[in-house]
């Protein structure tokens, strides 16, 4: 659900998020002129909603660079957290700047399941401290 949601979004068709979690996905976005790197239009570029998705994209991508452990479950619980709270920063952006209530709905939707998953999985990493 949370992937449909987000596909409706347009959130699984960020460029970093194509190149690094869909690549077929990529590769369709690279062919249809689009460079994969978060390049927008002159008017795009300059606009706040844009500069304020780009910032939280490359905030997620920063704090996904965890020390990975070896152990599979944690190392995913840990990586998911900043995955999720980027998809909470531009559903926030959404609510800031978007207009259209099927968007603005969905974002809150996205927001309250995000934070219980990032509840679930800080609560995970609780349980399961340095294993």
């Known amino acids: 659900m949370i992937r449909r ?33 978060g390049a927008a239009p002159q008017a795009a570029a300059s606009s706040p909603s844009t500069r304020a998705f780009e910032a939280a994209n490359m905030k997620m ?9 070896g152990d599979a479950d944690r190392d995913f619980a840990a990586a998911m957290i900043p995955h ?12 800031r700047y978007g207009r259209d209530p099927r968007m603005r709905k969905m974002a809150e939707a996205i ?19 340095g294993e």
């Open 5 to 37: 949601l987000a596909l409706a979004a347009g959130l699984l068709a960020a460029p970093a998020m194509a190149h690094h979690h869909l690549p077929a996905q990529g590769v369709l976005l690279a062919q249809a002129g689009h460079d994969g790197h």
């Open 61 to 69: 991508h920063r704090d996904m660079e965890i020390p990975f452990t």
């Open 84 to 95: 999720h709270q980027g998809a909470i920063d531009m559903a926030r952006i959404q609510l």
């Open 111 to 129: 927001i309250a399941a995000q934070e219980k998953e990032i509840a679930e999985l800080r609560a995970f990493l609780a349980a399961k401290p």
